[in-house]
């Protein structure tokens, strides 16, 4: 039994298949009705023939079931079932004159054979249009309830750049509504843009600089920066820019990480304090590095700490060294290097030696030479949280003094063709225990390299490094994770800072530039307040400062306000690169040096902790204030 809404569909159908012929015979005799054969058909025939063409046309839909498919679900598969059905219609029309049948005047046979060709064709156009239109408009009104759905409870976004990426980004999320955003507007430089719509109906508000302005016009929850071909400075300036509005904000990798210029959902990622930082990477494949790496077999000590394993990854990935040995304390630490180098394309063309060693072991490092005999040596190991060095001063002697000896000393003992100390800006005037046995470090360094020639001896200074294990970055989380406050040692105090890639591939590239016995100095860029830079992070982390208390705690012992990169007797001796200084060395007296560093060394093994202090800053000829 068909419904009022059938038979609606019916009554449409025959007016459009009546239609169909009227516009066929109209086609048929050219638009000329004055002739006596377009008199003929359009007088007499069409009036007499109309019914019974469109009658068996309606009872070939009839009898193919065409009425018991739904018209808002119209496919392919319902066009040829339509199709079909008045095909049968036309065979049945002109049929019996194929047959030899000699029709009348009016006979619904006396048909031209044009005529019921062009009824065909027009007829399947406008009952196939009449469903198509139905179903387009049940699927848009179906996605504009959706996206009104969506829309109420989605994020207000706001792109930053309306160029090529920013478009891509608005296509990305419009074809993803279960990310539950939606764009309501770009910003951009280009005042050409301004108020035009570059997609869909979003819209070109303004300057980028104005971000705070339209976050709050548009009610704004969410920021995503789309430009990925910024040079550095404006690019930093953005990153404040957007982080300072509180909001959330998300950006999209750099063009030298974008594959195939598309921007895909998955590649929109957080805003980070690296990005804050605006560092620019190092080309590890440039003509100096390549003759430095090339089938050089590699060892690289603390191989599992943070700027080991980012060591171990950017040696790795340049594609260039033949062998690699992960040294390190701890299997575990070890253990995760290992697994993040099997997820580099091209591993398995590198030879992996893991080595679980000490390096106060002197005769077990050495046999670790004689086996893998390595070309290059970078001696990441060291002992570097300094308040727990202030409790522990045999131990960070022993380590970070005794172990880069033994290292040193092994290197030029088989002919390493370079030795490269990784050292801090802490050993500059140091005031901890920490930094002292890193400047030891550092004269140990320099005096192997006058004691064994055929080896490059360098030092490598820089300051704190981002993300790295035990950094403020991760105690941070940590304390916003629990909901604590979050924690600053004093509202001036300042430090160097730089990323744990950035400072993997300086160290490497000081290590091919510099020459023997010398202590480069990596560009830090500007100090960065450490109270500004936790205000920074809570905004990143989604919270505004009103949410999230700063706890001023004091300095710890053996901590400094600012941090310096060389000391007031040093001085930049010569340019390397843009990022990369070589410090001028005073001569220190080697044989004195070598009689306190045994001194110093019988003093550990009897734990003589407050002796020990004091002798190493004697030695450096620094007694801090607080002895």
Request: hydrophobic share 40%; net charge positive; glycine share 6%.
């Given at each position: 039994m068909y419904s009022f809404k059938n038979f609606l569909r019916i009554i449409l159908d025959l007016a459009l298949l009546a239609a169909a012929f009227i516009l066929a015979t109209v086609v048929r005799i050219e638009g000329d009705f004055?002739?006596?054969?377009?008199?003929?058909?359009?007088?007499?025939?069409?009036?007499?023939?109309?019914?019974?063409?469109?009658?068996?046309?309606?009872?070939?839909?009839?009898?193919?079931g065409t009425y018991n498919r739904f018209w808002r679900y119209t496919s392919a598969k319902d066009i040829v079932h339509l199709a079909r059905s008045l095909f049968i219609a036309s065979v049945c029309l002109i049929l019996p004159r194929f047959m030899g049948y000699k029709p009348q005047a009016n006979d619904i046979y006396a048909l031209s054979f044009g005529v019921v060709v062009i009824n065909f064709l027009i007829g399947l156009g406008l009952l196939s249009a009449i469903r198509?239109?139905?179903?387009?408009?049940?699927?848009?009104?179906?996605?504009?309830?959706?996206?009104?759905?969506?829309?109420?409870?989605?994020k207000r976004t706001l792109i930053i750049g309306a160029g090529e990426a920013g478009i891509e980004v608005a296509k990305s999320i419009q074809a993803h509504p279960e990310l539950a955003l939606q764009v309501v507007g770009m910003l951009d430089d280009d005042r050409k843009k301004h108020n035009m719509k570059p997609y869909a109906d979003i819209k070109v508000y303004g300057f980028i600089k104005d971000i705070q302005f339209w976050s709050d016009e548009l009610n704004i929850a969410q920021i995503i920066i789309a430009?990925?071909?910024?040079?550095?400075?404006?690019?930093?300036?953005?990153?404040?820019?957007?982080?300072?509005?509180?909001?959330?904000?998300?950006?999209?990798?750099?063009v030298g990480q974008l594959a195939g210029g598309q921007v895909s959902v998955e590649q929109i990622?957080?805003?980070?304090?690296?990005?804050?930082?605006g560092r620019e990477e190092v080309d590890l494949h440039a003509p100096d590095l390549v003759e430095f790496l090339k089938d050089k077999r590699v060892l690289v000590t603390g191989a599992g700490g943070s700027i080991?394993?980012?060591?171990?990854?950017?040696?790795?990935?340049?594609?260039?060294?033949?062998?690699?040995?992960?040294?390190?304390?701890?299997?575990?630490?070890?253990?995760q290097t290992l697994q993040d180098l099997n997820e580099l394309e091209g591993i398995s063309e590198i030879e992996i030696s893991k080595k679980i060693v000490d390096i106060r072991n002197q005769s077990r490092v050495d046999q670790i030479f004689q086996d893998f005999k390595p070309d290059i040596v970078f001696h990441a190991a060291a002992h570097k949280h300094v308040h727990l060095m202030e409790l522990n001063v045999c131990e960070a002697f022993e380590n970070n003094v005794l172990g880069t000896k033994n290292l040193a000393q092994l290197s030029g003992q088989h002919n390493v063709s370079a030795f490269?100390?990784?050292?801090?800006?802490?050993?500059?005037?140091?005031?901890?225990?920490?930094?002292?046995?890193?400047?030891?470090?550092?004269?140990?360094?320099?005096?192997?390299?006058?004691?064994?020639?055929?080896?490059?001896?360098?030092?490598?200074?820089?300051?704190?490094?981002?993300?790295?294990?035990?950094?403020?970055?991760?105690?941070?989380?940590?304390?916003?994770?629990?909901?604590l406050p979050i924690t600053v040692t004093h509202k001036d105090a300042i430090r160097y800072f730089m990323t744990i890639p950035e400072a993997a591939q300086l160290v490497i590239q000081a290590g091919a530039k510099a020459n023997n016995g010398e202590i480069m100095v990596l560009d830090m860029g500007e100090p960065i307040n450490?109270?500004?830079?936790?205000?920074?992070?809570?905004?990143?982390?989604?919270?505004?400062?009103?949410?999230?208390?700063?706890?001023?705690?004091?300095?710890?012992?053996?901590?400094?306000?600012?941090?310096?990169?060389?000391?007031s007797e040093e001085f930049i001796d010569s340019k390397l690169t843009e990022k990369i200084y070589k410090a001028k060395i005073s001569n220190n007296n080697d044989i004195d040096f070598k009689e306190s560093l045994d001194s110093l060394a019988e003093l550990a093994k009897r734990n003589q902790m407050e002796p020990m202090k004091a002798a190493i800053f004697k030695l450096i000829n620094k007694i801090p204030s607080w002895t």
């Open positions: 004055s002739g006596t054969v377009a008199a003929f058909l359009w007088k007499q025939q069409l009036l007499q023939v109309l019914p019974w063409v469109s009658g068996i046309e309606l009872l070939a839909l009839f009898v193919f198509l239109l139905r179903s387009d408009l049940i699927e848009r009104k179906k996605i504009k309830k959706r996206l009104k759905e969506v829309n109420a409870s989605s430009i990925p071909s910024l040079n550095l400075q404006t690019r930093t300036e953005i990153f404040r820019l957007c982080s300072e509005t509180g909001l959330d904000v998300r950006t999209i990798p750099s990622r957080k805003l980070s304090m690296e990005d804050l930082l080991g394993r980012e060591l171990c990854l950017q040696l790795a990935s340049s594609c260039q060294i033949s062998a690699l040995c992960l040294l390190g304390k701890g299997e575990n630490s070890i253990f490269v100390l990784v050292s801090t800006d802490k050993s500059v005037n140091p005031t901890s225990v920490m930094g002292a046995t890193k400047n030891l470090a550092e004269k140990v360094t320099l005096l192997c390299s006058k004691q064994y020639p055929m080896t490059k001896f360098t030092a490598v200074r820089f300051g704190n490094v981002l993300g790295s294990r035990g950094s403020v970055i991760q105690i941070w989380q940590q304390q916003l994770q629990k909901s450490i109270h500004r830079l936790a205000q920074q992070f809570i905004r990143l982390s989604g919270f505004s400062l009103d949410e999230v208390e700063i706890d001023i705690i004091g300095l710890k012992e053996g901590e400094k306000l600012y941090e310096e990169l060389l000391t």
